[in-house]
């Protein structure tokens, strides 16, 4: 006789099995009978072992299924939702089109978000799953950039942008020239921390490109701020009144 632990282990087996994508075989086969299938080949030949781990696999599976769909049901919730908004209004109904058609995918994202992250809240893990998913269906949206915007039931929001069909965005261009003119204060800076360790030795420190770099780091941190307050005041997150974009 097969034992229980036999058992459980066989149905722990079907189920991590049960999620792999099947095999093309010449006919058409159900779900219930590719089970059936591998429970026989695992547990044997012993009918109550096999009904039992038909009865665990096919639990386990149904309770994947509705954590999925819960996942799925949060995520449109929260499409349809003050909490969610776009630059291009089309954007929300192909996302929700895209999740109602491969829900399981996409739940998928959400819990390797959850792995990936211990501890992250249900409605961050959302979102970024929902980022990934655009980009992973990049040529089902428009060519242009695309600005999205993300408010949490905390209060804090999150403006992201995705780069248009070639890779170029205004915010990349702005991080840019944030990073160039950080590096350029940067070296600037190192030059005068080298004449600092023996001012006796002469030098060409210039002393007005510290202050030059300096100043255009500063200002390409302000545009890059200016940048997302103009779309956080877009989607009614800076005042917190609802945006029709």
Not at 201 to 207: A, L, R
Not at 224 to 235: I, T, V
Request: charged share 25%; hydrophobic share 40%; net charge neutral.
């Amino acid at each position: 006789m097969t034992s229980i632990g036999a058992t459980n282990s066989a149905a722990l087996l079907i189920l991590q099995r049960a999620q792999a994508p099947a095999p093309e075989t010449g006919g058409q086969t159900n779900a219930i009978d590719a089970i059936a299938a591998i429970i026989y080949k695992v547990a044997g030949g012993d009918s109550p072992v096999k009904t039992q781990a038909a009865s665990q696999i096919t639990s386990g599976l149904l309770d994947i299924k509705q954590a999925n769909d819960d996942i799925v049901s949060d995520a449109l919730k929260f499409l349809d939702s003050d909490g969610f908004k776009s630059s291009d209004p089309g954007v929300k109904d192909t996302l929700k089109s895209l999740i109602g058609q491969d829900g399981s995918r996409f739940a998928d994202l959400v819990k390797a978000e959850k792995v990936k992250r211990p501890g992250i809240a249900d409605e961050n893990a959302i979102t970024n799953a929902l980022l990934k998913f655009i980009k992973g269906n990049r040529e089902k949206f428009t060519n242009d950039e695309i600005v999205i915007g993300f408010r949490y039931s905390n209060g804090s929001s999150n403006i992201l942008n995705i780069e248009d069909i070639n890779g170029n965005s205004t915010r990349g261009a702005l991080w840019a020239r944030h990073t160039a003119a950080q590096d350029e204060a940067t070296a600037a800076m190192k030059e005068l921390l080298e004449v600092a360790k023996d001012p006796t030795k002469p030098n060409n420190f210039d002393g007005s490109r510290l202050k030059t770099t300096l100043l255009a780091t500063l200002a390409a941190g302000a545009e890059l701020a200016a940048w997302g307050d103009r779309w956080a005041d877009a989607f009614g997150f800076k005042s917190g009144r609802p945006s029709a974009a």
